[in-house]
């Protein structure tokens, strides 16, 4: 397509958000405007400065005949410390108390635009890691597991608690719950993941984090590396934690369900994000 300036500088950021972590040739760009690569070059600059400039990410070259320019989401720290202020305020609502110290988390779950930030969130902080794959269990992990798979470009797999017969021959093994200690089973089917895979788990609620330790074990099983967690919520409120390295955004220090109180603090995704970043 032939375009002006203005209008090629628009399809080039829309291509670029649209297809983060991926190496992109000048060439491709070059024969997609019919334009010579010293203009493309112009304005992937002027890109380059506009996602710094305003935290939305980082344009990275990588020179020599087989390369191109990468996209890396990223999220700046304000906008982080806005999403779990709006996560916060969320969560500490009376009506959320479940019996057990669980939380009612489906609506926020479900909305997109909240899923979608977290999401940009765990790909920003996660984002040097080299991930091949997104893990989680069926089912409340699926939409954020999505979110943060889109903004790193890769695949998800989902554990389940039984096979199905769709998916073929399954690998199962059996795991104690963190919280209940009660045996339990989960199942991937052995085409989901290639041995050698560099996978992130993820999980929208941990309390001890018997499903997170399930699911790593698992991940022996396909002689796959676990490369990092994010969980969306944790409790503090918990006797013996079975998982100690991982990123959460918010966190529940007290659930009074007999009051129905609820204190939620920041998880400590800021402090990991200045870890990565320092």
Do not use: C
């Amino acid at each position: 397509m032939k375009l002006k300036r203005s209008g090629r500088l628009v399809d080039l950021t829309r291509y670029l958000l649209q297809h983060p972590h991926q190496l992109i040739s000048l060439s491709f760009f070059s024969e997609r405007y019919g334009a010579a690569k010293s203009s493309i070059s112009e304005d992937l600059l002027i890109i380059k400065e506009n996602f710094e400039g305003q935290g939305a990410g980082w344009l990275v070259t990588v020179p020599g005949a087989a390369g191109g320019v990468r996209y890396i989401p990223r999220v700046s720290e304000q906008e982080a410390r806005e999403v779990i202020e709006e996560l916060k305020e969320l969560l500490s609502s009376s009506e959320r108390v479940l019996p057990g110290g669980y939380l009612y988390m489906t609506d926020i779950i479900g909305n997109p635009s909240i899923i979608d930030k977290v999401g940009r969130m765990f790909a920003s902080v996660f984002s040097g890691r080299n991930i091949d794959v997104v893990m989680t269990v069926a089912t409340k992990g699926i939409p954020l597991a999505y979110a943060i798979a889109s903004y790193l470009n890769v695949p998800v797999v989902i554990v389940r608690s039984n096979s199905r017969v769709t998916e073929g021959s399954t690998m199962s093994i059996n795991y104690v719950s963190g919280s209940t200690k009660r045996i339990q089973t989960m199942a991937l089917a052995k085409r989901s993941l290639q041995s050698g895979s560099n996978v992130l788990i993820v999980d929208d609620f941990m309390k001890a984090g018997g499903t997170i330790k399930g699911m790593m074990d698992l991940l022996q099983e396909f002689e796959a590396n676990m490369v990092g967690i994010g969980v969306l919520v944790e409790s503090e409120e918990v006797q013996e934690r079975l998982v100690d390295d991982y990123i959460s955004v918010a966190r529940l220090s007290h659930v009074d369900t007999r009051e129905k109180k609820i204190q939620v603090e920041a998880g400590n995704y800021l402090d990991r994000m200045e870890d990565d970043q320092s």
